[in-house]
């Protein structure tokens, strides 16, 4: 067995352990093994980071915009230049073996993006109030900003987040998600190269250790948080005291309607392998995890959909032949498996069912789950209204489309939905009358990044765009 590798913090431009020395364990999915150790850090490691990173603010953010959007564009070199380590990390923390396909290679164009907009970002408007009067506004950044990231799709997130925050002029400290720490902890070590010190700072450990003081620090003053919506409260309640103010990009239950209409080879592979079958299990947060199926086509979807899921190969993320890796902890895995035998007891099983060591045999200690599929008619089962975060879904039937829309707003969630269906003015009823923050027509999980992502409900508010990190103030000029 390789050696477990040991990574660390970055505070200041300095590589360093956690104050205490503690450290955590990084689980391999595939295996249950542990293979590398991450700092358990605490509140003093926060301070510390906070503190260079409000040091390092006014150097950072009183340079030229086109001097930011240099050294942002030097980042985003890195995905190119260690793309393969950069990929390879993120496999070995998350199991997701479409990596090989979607690497980090390509998240450099994030920071060059950012890079394009960091004048934009500052730029404010003038207004004649009146003839001798002259209004006019200028963008600033907000200070230090605390980034909260989730496990399932880690360097990408962390990617996402650094980029926007300073190209606004920020400076950041950044937690990443405790059981995928390393892909970016060598990020950081990176970054440490590239940017000056105390610009990004990254702060390893467990939510309620590090993230929780980092929210309530005073000298925070926004947040950028992916995650569940049990801990945006969490956090939200944390953050109360100072009034920072937070962009949140939350879970789903994401409704995946087909009309009777539709392109069924199309959809079929839409509601599943796009969607919520997917090559990291389910974990994603847009997971088409209710899929709604006009009754007459119902028998015929369902065969083609458990034609497509058997075809999944789970395995080994780093086996070619994969379609599937595992869940990404025995935390998780514990919680899916809950769902699954809940399903079973309350409605019927239309397919999968399965879990565990016997579903691959040659990594028994992996946390493996077998595509899922239920039916019911009521989407009041927990089933239908928790997010699962699995390869799990439930199909609901329906006759018309009023209804379709009417189960799809019956959740407490709204990231995302897809509808299928060839008949053009249903296409834009359904954009109209769903309440999600994204709809897809004939297409799923298609993330544009020209536009928008932004949950409404308990899926979150604000996104990680540039103009989310820098804000207006107004000055007032009497000329008369
Ligand atoms: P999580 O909420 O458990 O954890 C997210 C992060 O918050 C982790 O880094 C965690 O350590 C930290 N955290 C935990 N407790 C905290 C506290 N008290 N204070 C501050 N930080 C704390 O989520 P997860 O399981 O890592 O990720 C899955 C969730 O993320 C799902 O709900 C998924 O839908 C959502 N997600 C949303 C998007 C989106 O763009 N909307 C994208 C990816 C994932």
Same mark, same amino acid.
Request: aromatic share 8%; net charge neutral.
């Given at each position: 067995?390789?050696?477990?590798?040991?990574? *660390?913090?970055?505070?200041?431009?300095?590589?360093?352990?956690?104050?205490s020395?503690?450290?955590?364990?990084?689980?391999?999915?595939?295996?249950?093994?542990?293979?590398?150790?991450?700092?358990a850090? #605490?509140?003093? #490691?926060?301070?510390?980071?906070?503190?260079?990173?409000?040091r390092?603010?006014?150097?950072?953010?009183?340079?030229?915009?086109?001097? *930011?959007?240099?050294?942002?564009?030097?980042?985003?070199?890195?995905?190119a230049?260690?793309?393969?380590?950069?990929?390879?990390?993120?496999?070995?923390?998350?199991?997701?073996?479409?990596?090989?396909?979607?690497?980090?290679?390509?998240?450099?164009?994030?920071?060059?993006r950012?890079a394009?907009?960091?004048?934009?970002?500052?730029t404010?408007?003038?207004?004649?109030l #009146?003839?001798?009067?002259?209004?006019?506004?200028?963008?600033?950044?907000?200070?230090?900003?605390?980034?909260?990231?989730?496990?399932?799709?880690?360097?990408?997130?962390?990617?996402?987040?650094?980029?926007?925050?300073?190209?606004?002029?920020?400076?950041?400290?950044?937690?990443?998600?405790?059981?995928?720490? !390393?892909?970016?902890?060598?990020?950081?070590?990176?970054?440490?190269?590239?940017?000056?010190?105390?610009?990004?700072?990254?702060?390893?450990?467990l939510?309620?250790?590090?993230?929780?003081?980092?929210?309530?620090?005073?000298?925070?003053?926004?947040?950028?948080?992916?995650?569940?919506?049990?801990?945006?409260r969490?956090?939200?309640?944390?953050?109360?005291?100072?009034?920072?103010?937070?962009?949140?990009?939350?879970?789903?239950?994401?409704?995946?309607?087909?009309?009777?209409?539709?392109?069924?080879?199309?959809?079929?592979?839409?509601?599943t392998?796009?969607?919520?079958?997917?090559?990291?299990?389910?974990?994603?947060?847009v997971?088409?995890?209710?899929?709604?199926?006009?009754?007459?086509?119902?028998?015929?979807?369902?065969?083609?959909?458990?034609?497509?899921?058997?075809?999944?190969?789970?395995?080994?993320?780093?086996?070619?032949?994969?379609?599937?890796?595992?869940?990404?902890?025995?935390?998780?895995? #514990?919680?899916?498996?809950?769902y699954?035998?809940?399903?079973?007891?309350?409605?019927?099983?239309?397919?999968?069912?399965?879990?565990?060591?016997?579903?691959?045999?040659?990594? !028994?200690?992996?946390?493996?789950?077998?595509?899922?599929?239920?039916m019911?008619?009521?989407?009041?089962?927990?089933i239908?209204?928790?997010e699962?975060?699995g390869?799990v879904?439930?199909?609901?039937?329906?006759?018309?489309?009023?209804?379709?829309?009417?189960?799809?707003?019956?959740?407490?969630?709204?990231?995302?939905?897809?509808?299928?269906?060839?008949?053009?003015a249903?296409?834009?009823?359904c954009?109209?009358?769903?309440?999600?923050?994204?709809?897809?027509?004939?297409?799923?999980?298609?993330?544009g990044?020209?536009?928008?992502?932004?949950?409404?409900?308990?899926?979150?508010?604000g996104?990680?765009?540039i103009?989310?990190?820098?804000?207006?103030?107004?000055?007032?000029?009497?000329?008369?």
């Open positions: 067995m390789s050696a477990i590798v040991e990574y *660390r913090n970055l505070i200041g431009g300095e590589l360093r352990p956690a104050a020395r503690r450290l955590l364990d990084s689980f391999n999915p595939a295996t249950g093994q542990v293979w590398a150790k991450v700092p850090s #605490d509140k003093s #490691d926060v301070a510390d980071a906070v503190a260079a990173a409000k390092a603010f006014p150097a950072w953010s009183g340079l030229p915009a086109a001097v *930011r959007a240099h050294y942002l564009r030097k980042a985003g070199e890195l995905f230049n260690y793309g393969d380590e950069l990929t390879r990390l993120e496999m070995l923390s998350i199991g997701c073996h479409a990596l090989k396909n979607n690497t980090a290679h390509g998240l450099g164009f994030l920071f060059d950012a394009g907009q960091t004048l934009e970002a500052v404010g408007r003038a207004v004649q #009146d003839p001798t009067t002259l209004g006019y506004t200028t963008r600033e950044p907000y200070g230090v900003v605390a980034a909260i990231v989730p496990f399932n799709a880690p360097i990408a997130m962390a990617a996402s987040k650094i980029s926007v925050v300073i190209a606004g002029g920020n400076t950041l400290v950044l937690k990443p998600p405790e059981q995928a720490t !390393p892909g970016i902890l060598r990020l950081a070590e990176l970054l440490k190269d590239v940017l000056p010190p105390g610009v990004v700072n990254f702060v390893s450990g939510g309620a250790d590090v993230g929780d003081p980092l929210t309530r620090h005073p000298d925070v003053r926004r947040i950028t948080m992916t995650g569940s919506a049990g801990t945006a969490l956090i939200q309640r944390a953050a109360a005291d100072n009034l920072t103010s937070s962009v949140f990009e939350l879970g789903g239950k994401s409704p995946n309607i087909v009309f009777a209409d539709a392109n069924l080879d199309k959809a079929a592979e839409g509601v392998i796009r969607s919520i079958f997917t090559a990291n299990a389910g974990q994603a947060c997971g088409g995890s209710r899929i709604l199926i006009q009754r007459p086509i119902l028998n015929e979807m369902l065969t083609r959909m458990e034609t497509i899921a058997k075809k999944h190969k789970i395995g080994d993320p780093f086996d070619g032949a994969t379609t599937m890796g595992p869940v990404i902890s025995k935390v998780q895995y #514990d919680k899916i498996v809950g699954i035998e809940m399903g079973k007891k309350e409605t019927k099983l239309v397919f999968g069912g399965n879990y565990g060591p016997e579903l691959v045999p040659s990594l !028994p200690g992996g946390f493996w789950v077998e595509p899922t599929l239920f019911t008619e009521d989407n009041s089962l927990r239908c209204q928790e699962i975060f390869p879904a439930a199909v609901i039937p329906f006759d018309t489309e009023e209804q379709a829309i009417a189960i799809s707003n019956d959740s407490r969630f709204g990231l995302a939905a897809g509808v299928w269906t060839n008949d053009a249903r296409m834009h009823r954009i109209r009358g769903i309440n999600a923050g994204t709809v897809w027509i004939n297409t799923y999980l298609h993330i990044y020209e536009l928008p992502f932004i949950g409404i409900k308990d899926s979150g508010y996104y990680d765009d103009m989310e990190f820098t804000r207006e103030k107004a000055a007032v000029i009497a000329t008369g």
